[in-house]
């Protein structure tokens, strides 16, 4: 008989959290320890969303998206997870770039970028200043009319090896481009610059190890395996959730889902006013990513050639060029033994940004054949900083944006969200259903490690304000004799 995934489970919860992405993880702890009751329901097998990595023979352990965050992760965690957390949290040093218009290593901070600008681009250190001070102060309230393209043009007019600089591992960091408003771009920039660029000592596997102690410890209900079908809403309120066919009952549901999915899929837009829906046909979904994992024999080394490698052969940077099946444009993420202290082993991982459309339509053949391609010329690309590489792996695979589909449920296997517009779609939902809220990837500036951890910090005081609103003693009505 299958197994039941739902057994033991209350009759009914304070909140259900549907997935467990770090927006969904951080926000069922928060709620958790304000002592309310939390059911988080993961379709997966692994807690984690994106935030995840998988095991191959060999000892290899292979991580996905722990390429970089910024230092703000470091608060985040110690105030709404674990000191013990916080602690492993570690500075990468090594960033380096390499294309036809630069090649050099930084700690990827405002000082060194100062340096960097003020003596490789020439640029006069007011300027610099002046464009930190504009980027430092960038928030969301800010006027939304100006892009990325026009910032840069008003500082550096013309320089594309300085546009290239600022915006290419941003890109790569939140899928935003040229032309999405200035602040997508400002806000997560001036966190990086803060304190550079930070990584997790133990690997994925070892945070989300830990944050799923915490969560059982602070009584936090945790269900894998279980897809959750529709929320269950009526009279516009929230009631529960429908999950392997039984509906279990919640004062307020949380979804860390897809905004688009949570909305069409899930709920229904039956329940959703007119005017609500035809702002949401106007959110577009984020891009996708391919990646390739090479796993190094146990035994083998290679040198230190940075942490975080942003290499392309593109004479200039486009952000277009960047989502070509073909590009040349990729990070390589090294791990080297201290990432996983005791393990003793080495693996890289190659990412770039990609297009559902360009993975989803082929027949099997071509798909496979496709990552084949996708394989061989990650290797050639990464034979010029770590030669004879290929003979040194025993562990090769490649993902997709399909890939990214099948295991996070995302439509087009986004990896980041939604363009900016999603955001303010996911803040007004319990405007709409009375209990129902999002919280996940969503407007580029709540993505990332940081941006999904702090959105679920932000939406679990909106959960506890409504928890507590509707445990308050209604007054009573006084009856009025006619
Ligand atoms: C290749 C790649 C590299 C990245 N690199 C970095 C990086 O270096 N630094 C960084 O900060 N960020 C990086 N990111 C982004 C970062 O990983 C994500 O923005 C963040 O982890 C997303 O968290 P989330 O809370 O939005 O949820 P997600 O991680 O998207 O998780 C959502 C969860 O909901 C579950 N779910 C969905 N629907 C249902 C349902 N109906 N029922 C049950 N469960 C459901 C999914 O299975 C999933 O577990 C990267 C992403 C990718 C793809």
Redesign the pocket.
């Known amino acids: 008989m299958a197994k039941d995934w739902l057994k033991g489970i209350k009759s009914a919860y304070d909140t259900i959290v ?9 926000a069922a702890n928060k709620l958790a320890k304000l002592g309310y009751k939390v059911l988080i ?4 097998y ?7 990595w998988f095991k191959r023979k060999g000892g290899h352990i292979l991580d ?7 230092t703000g ?1 470091i608060k985040t965690c110690r105030k709404y997870w674990t000191q013990e957390i916080a602690d492993s949290i570690v500075r990468l040093k090594n960033i380096r770039f390499d294309n036809p218009q630069f090649s050099f290593w930084t700690n990827f901070d405002k000082n060194d970028f100062t340096r960097l600008m003020k003596d490789r681009f020439g640029i006069v250190k007011e300027t610099i200043d002046d464009f930190f001070q504009t980027v430092r102060a960038m928030n969301f309230y800010d006027d939304l009319s100006m892009t990325t393209r026009e910032l840069f043009e008003k500082f550096f007019p013309g320089r594309t090896d300085v546009h290239r600089l600022l915006m290419e591992p941003i890109t ?3 899928g935003s481009t040229l032309d999405d408003p200035a602040i997508t771009y400002g806000i997560v920039f001036a966190n990086f610059m803060d304190k550079g660029v930070y990584t997790f000592k133990g690997g994925t596997n070892e945070l989300i190890k830990k944050m799923k102690k915490e969560l059982l410890k602070n009584g936090v209900d945790i269900r894998t395996h ?4 529709r929320v269950v809403v009526n009279d516009k309120t929230v009631q529960g959730v429908e ?1 392997q066919g039984r509906m279990i009952p919640a004062k307020t549901v949380l ?4 905004i688009l ?1 949570t909305i069409h ?2 709920t229904g837009d039956e329940h959703f006013t007119p005017e609500f829906l035809d702002e949401v046909k106007k959110v577009r979904l984020n891009d ?4 390739v994992y090479m796993g190094l024999k146990r035994g083998e080394k290679i040198d230190n050639v940075g942490d975080l490698l942003f290499t392309s052969q593109e004479k200039e940077f486009s952000s277009a060029s960047l989502l070509e099946p073909e590009t040349t444009s990729r990070t390589f ?1 090294f791990y080297y033994p201290e990432t996983r202290p005791g393990l003793n082993m080495y693996s890289i991982v190659a ?1 770039t940004n990609a297009r559902f459309k360009d993975w989803a339509h082929l027949t099997r053949q071509e798909y496979e054949k496709k990552k084949k391609l996708l394989i061989d010329r990650t290797l050639d690309a990464l034979e010029k900083y770590v030669p004879d590489v290929r003979k040194k792996i025993d562990h090769l695979e490649a ?1 997709t944006p399909v890939t ?1 589909k099948r ?4 439509p087009n ?5 939604t363009k900016f517009e999603g955001l303010s779609i996911s803040k007004d939902l319990p405007k709409q259903i009375a209990g129902l809220f999002h ?4 407007g580029i500036i ?8 702090n ?2 910090v932000i939406v679990s005081n909106e959960v506890d304000k409504f928890l507590h609103a509707v445990s308050q003693p209604q007054p009573e009505l006084e009856t009025v004799s006619v």
């Open positions: 549907i997935g467990s992405g770090l927006a969904g993880l951080t329901l993961e379709h997966h692994n807690l984690g969303g994106l935030a995840t996905i998206s722990l390429h970089g965050f910024p992760m790569y960091a939140n279980c897809m959750v079908e999950v979804s860390n889902s897809n999915s899929k899930l996708s990513s391919c990646q993420s990412s993902s990214f295991y996070t449920a995302h296997g986004v990896s980041f969200g919280a996940g990837s969503v709540m993505s990332g490690w940081l941006g999904a951890a959105y679920g």
